[in-house]
């Protein structure tokens, strides 16, 4: 599983099979019950691969499947590694709440500065946004790189389902 780069928080791939999307999503509902090790639960064409609560900690990924069908004998499988959709909305909660405080401050500096009045205290503010903005970043990159073992874990799990060897 090689990435295009280390930016990337959440690493996404995709590649064909050639099986029927049927069969690869029975593939997964027969893992769920042959194994304990991964909760593996199934929405449609969707395959949600996790660790037991006993196993989770704050950075603990998931495995998000997509498998399309693409004709009768062949099927495209989408990927998702990310965080629990908890801390994932946590984090978006987080930029949204910095990004807002940028921009509200942004406008209160820029109406200052028209007024000629003393903007000091809102360029500080917006720079401490930057600052906490980048700190949010760092911290999901800590969390990904601490997550990293687990994410193997799962794409190992996975390849082991569809008999991949990469």
């Known amino acids: 599983m090689a990435l295009p780069n280390d930016i990337v928080l959440r690493p996404r791939f995709k590649f064909e099979l050639p099986r029927s999307n049927e069969a690869v999503l029975k593939d997964f509902e027969e893992a769920k019950t042959a194994q304990s090790d991964f909760i593996v639960s ?5 395959v949600f691969i996790k660790f037991p609560k006993a196993k989770q900690h704050f ?3 998931q495995l998000h499947l997509e498998i399309n069908e693409v ?17 994932w909305t946590l984090f978006m909660f987080l ?11 942004g406008i209160w500096a820029y ?4 007024l000629k009045q003393s903007y000091a205290v809102q360029l500080s503010v917006m720079f401490l946004m930057v600052v906490i903005w980048i700190a949010l ?3 999901g990159s800590i969390g990904k790189a601490s997550s990293k073992k687990d994410m193997l874990e799962l ?3 996975m390849n082991g389902v569809l008999d991949r060897k990469d």
């Open 71 to 87: 004709t009768k004998e062949s099927c495209m499988l989408h990927g998702l590694f990310g965080p629990n959709p908890t801390v």
């Open 111 to 114: 109406s200052n500065w028209s």
């Open 137 to 139: 970043y760092f911290a």
């Open 59 to 61: 950075w603990s990924p």
């Open 155 to 157: 794409n190992d799990f």
């Open 95 to 105: 930029h949204f709440i910095v990004a807002l405080v940028f921009v509200a401050f």
């Open 42 to 46: 199934r929405i449609d064409d969707h």
